[in-house]
């Protein structure tokens, strides 16, 4: 048996509780950027940026296998609008209308030129017969020179009276909303834009997500900058609001609008610009699905996914990551017991 010094090995432990620390997940966890979460039949996906858009499946959120990609190529009507496009961005997943809507960004970096398309399926399952991918085309788009915003990053939500909404943008004059069509899953021509969330001085804030607790809807967003491994800067704020439109406040009363915004995730060790998170909504427990660059392993892109809490005074708490798989009741057969015998 090889001996190490105890100068050797208590940084040695620490490095490796660190590294435990940060994975969180196992299995096809790597390269997963922008995580969309959703549930189908006791399984869950998750949708990421890359070409085709990847998918990874689990059956209790802790392990992950990759699992194909929805597209093949970018669609003509996408490269027309965005000519130098050769892959997709921060796909928003959903179930409305008996159906799962995909919605997906094409996009040339660091430029307004941007669409926001959408594609709608039966099934999740691949193994489905129903399985099938139909792209419904252009669901918004920006150009430079014409808008203020961008037309990336969007993410679907039903409020409470039970109208569907669309939330968009990522730097330049910041966050937008609009009320879709429920029927084509679209912004309809004319549709009033609402202004959610804005940094005047940095702009950089994007990837909103929005869920409603309590008495309250909570605009979740990514400030700084990602993309960049171990020397990104990303963090997650939220705010919330009465209102599915606003205006939505920090816990010390700044207006998001005003680039306000509470920190829910920032860096901790080697889990460096947690970001562009998705919230998988269950009975009795949110879980707060987000990317991180592991300085553990030279900011390679991974998926963490972590508990959230709620505060006395009703703030999103993010715990810490998961360190093992989820039992949960809708499952089959039941979890085994620590003594290994069924509940």
């Known amino acids: 048996m090889k001996h190490f010094p105890s100068s050797f090995l208590v940084p040695f432990l620490l490095v490796m509780l660190l590294a435990g620390h940060a994975m969180g997940q196992v299995g096809d966890v790597c390269h997963v950027h922008d995580p969309a979460i959703i549930e189908q039949d006791g399984r869950y996906y998750v949708f990421g940026t890359g070409f085709g858009i990847p998918f990874w499946t689990s059956d209790d959120l802790y ?3 990759r699992a194909g990609r929805v597209f093949d190529c970018v669609a003509d009507w996408a490269r027309e609008r965005v000519p ?4 997709h961005w921060a796909p928003d997943i959903s179930f409305f209308g ?15 030129r941007s669409v926001i398309g959408l594609a709608t399926n039966k099934t999740l399952d691949p193994t489905s017969p129903d399985y099938c991918w139909v792209d419904q085309g252009l669901v918004l788009g920006t150009e430079p020179g014409k808008d203020d915003y961008n037309a990336i990053d969007a993410h679907a939500v039903v409020d409470q009276e ?12 910041g966050i937008k909303l609009f009320e879709l069509d429920p029927s084509t899953g679209k912004v309809p021509d004319g549709a009033k834009r609402y202004s959610l969330a804005a940094r005047p001085i940095e702009t950089a804030v994007e990837a909103p997500c929005i869920i409603h607790h309590g008495d309250f809807y909570y605009l979740f967003v990514s400030f700084d900058q990602c993309c960049r491994g171990t020397r990104s800067t990303y963090n997650t704020r939220v705010g919330r609001s009465k209102d599915i439109t606003g205006p939505y406040m920090d816990d010390q009363g700044k207006p998001m609008l005003e680039g306000g ?16 998170n998705s919230v998988l909504r269950r009975p009795g427990q949110d879980w707060l699905v987000h990317h991180y660059y592991d ?16 505060s006395d005074d009703g703030w999103p708490i993010a715990g810490d990551p998961m360190t093992g798989p989820v039992c949960l009741k809708s499952q089959a057969p039941p979890c085994p017991s620590p003594e290994g015998k069924q509940p």
């Open 98 to 112: 008996g159906e799962y809507r995909l919605y997906y960004a094409v996009s040339q970096f660091g430029t307004q």
């Open 63 to 65: 392990h992950w296998r």
């Open 84 to 87: 130098r496009a050769r892959d």
């Open 295 to 310: 300085g553990n392993r030279r900011g390679m892109r991974r998926l963490q996914i972590r508990p959230i809490t709620w």
């Open 261 to 276: 915004g509470r920190v829910v995730l920032e860096r901790n060790g080697p889990c460096i610009g947690p970001g562009h």
């Open 162 to 173: 039970g109208r569907l909404w669309l939330a968009v943008g990522s730097y330049w004059s």
